[in-house]
Every structure is written in structure tokens, then in C-alpha cells.
């Protein structure tokens, strides 16, 4: 197994994911492993006196983003997971059952944390 290959992935992955994340929110201030969505600040000061159909369109739209950032996070967590894994010499074993994980999953998800007999555990 070539966990530099992994390594080198997970390590484009998560600054990928770091852009798209900064794009739709900022780190929480209170936690630093938690993403707030950014919302519409402009309507938000000026709700009093915008439409009513406007300000649904906007909380819809922050809605989405909302769902957006929240898998994001997840993947976000799970590469930031597998990294500090590869730092502790524990990466490629099933979080279940303690065996290697096929490379074959690896290389298909190189955060993941189960083998293919346990990923839906």
C-alpha cells in the first residue's frame, strides 16, 4: 500500500474542501470543527422593508447552501481523520473489525474508514 499516494490525495482533497467550504461559510468561532453557513446580510438588514416573496427566494437559497456546507463538512472531517490516521501509523485498518482496508477502496475513497464489508456499519 502506498500511503504517501493516499497522503498526497487526501491532502489535495482537503484544501479543495477548505476553498469550497470558505466560499459558502466561515469556521466557527466558538469551534473550530464547525462550518457556519454564511447568510444573505444584506437582506437580513433590510428584511423590514424587502418583499416577502424576496426573503423566501433567500431562505430557500440559504437552505441549500446550508445543505451544501454540512456534507462538505462531513467529507471536510473524514479527510482531516484519515491524515491525522496516516500521522498516528494507524491508516488502512477498518475502524470495525481492525483488518486492512482493500486497496481497492482506498483508492476509490482514500478517507475511508471501514473496510468494504463494514462500510455501511
Request: proline letters at 4%; hydrophobic letters at 25%; charged letters at 35%.
Amino acid at each position: 500500500m502506498d500511503i504517501n499516494k493516499y497522503e498526497r490525495d487526501l491532502k489535495e482533497e482537503l484544501k479543495l474542501l477548505t476553498e469550497e467550504l470558505k466560499s459558502l461559510g466561515q469556521i466557527n468561532p466558538n469551534n473550530p470543527n464547525d462550518w457556519i453557513t454564511k447568510g444573505n446580510e444584506e437582506t437580513n438588514a433590510d428584511s423590514d422593508h424587502s418583499d416577502p416573496n424576496d426573503n423566501a427566494d433567500d431562505q430557500e437559497e440559504f437552505g441549500e447552501r446550508n445543505a451544501i456546507t454540512s456534507d462538505l463538512e462531513i467529507r471536510f472531517n473524514n479527510v482531516k481523520k484519515a491524515l491525522q490516521k496516516i500521522e498516528g501509523g494507524i491508516y488502512g485498518k477498518c475502524e470495525v473489525c481492525e483488518e486492512l482496508i482493500e486497496e481497492e477502496r482506498l483508492n476509490a475513497n482514500p478517507a475511508a474508514p471501514t473496510c468494504i464489508k463494514h462500510m455501511n456499519s
